[in-house]
């Protein structure tokens, strides 16, 4: 991120865990939401489809954690490291 100069609005620790609750939260003040695991992506149109629970399922981890990185711009919510994905969407 420093590389495109954005500066984070707020981080939050890793020791802070955000689970289903959080998710719901954030995914509910979104239109979109893209989940990068290893080189899968997969895009939910929530302003189309809504919030469902296939999105916050792919937003948590095996321990019912929201994964990391998870970043907030605007409408779009990026969860898990794709450097493609982030390029595009980020700038």
């Known amino acids: 991120m ?13 020791s802070k ?17 893209i989940v990068s695991k290893g080189k899968k992506v ?3 149109d929530l302003a189309k489809e809504g919030v469902t629970d296939d999105a916050i399922d792919a937003m948590l981890g095996p321990t019912g954690n929201m994964r990391a990185p998870c970043i ?7 969860v898990g490291f794709n450097e ?3 390029l595009k969407e980020l700038g």
């Open 42 to 44: 997969t895009v939910f």
């Open 84 to 86: 493609e994905v982030y």
């Open 72 to 78: 907030r711009s605007k409408q779009l919510i990026l």
């Open 2 to 14: 420093e590389a495109h100069n954005i500066e984070p609005k707020e981080v939050v620790k890793a």
């Open 17 to 33: 865990k955000l689970g289903r609750d959080a998710a719901q939260e954030i995914a509910s003040e979104s239109k979109k939401l």
